[in-house]
């Protein structure tokens, strides 16, 4: 059985243990001050039209967006984002983003997979929006303190 851990990591870290979950809504608007910081304007990510014509089903969050907030529930836990030293994601779903006053909520969850000798621990990682898995083989490598 595997126990919550609700501190940031240390070395008693234990293949099992859960990250607290990160629960994340992300609207329109988001979409839009990401774009800016990031640079990718690309349609699909605020107009419904562009989306459809691409054979989406409605506007979607940018891919290396929701990377980033996955690496924020490592983040988070570890205290230190500079503990984090490797991770990596497979996208195998879009996270639609409706025009509403809702938006659409990811939830991300994380569970200690692997300890290394090296003092790192590699986390696996959950996203899900809309009932379904939108991250692959999502995992961060996490150097202990």
């Known amino acids: 059985m595997s126990r919550p851990v609700n501190r940031r990591c240390g070395t008693d870290v234990a293949v099992g243990d859960q990250l607290p979950a990160l629960l994340v809504r992300l609207a329109r608007a988001d979409l839009v001050r990401y774009a800016g910081a990031s640079g990718d304007f690309n349609p699909i990510h605020w107009s419904d039209r562009a989306a459809q014509e691409a054979g989406l089903p409605g506007v979607i969050a940018h891919g290396m967006l929701t990377m980033a907030l996955a690496t924020r529930l490592v983040t988070d836990w570890a205290g230190d984002p500079g503990a984090v030293v490797d991770c990596a994601v497979r996208f195998t779903r879009p996270v639609v983003v ?9 939830e991300f969850s994380g569970k200690v997979a692997k300890r290394r000798d090296d003092g790192t621990v590699v986390v696996a990682i959950t996203a899900r929006a809309a009932g379904q898995a939108v991250l692959g083989q999502a995992t961060a490598t996490v150097a202990l303190t």
């Open 98 to 106: 409706p025009d509403d006053n809702d938006g659409a909520l990811i």
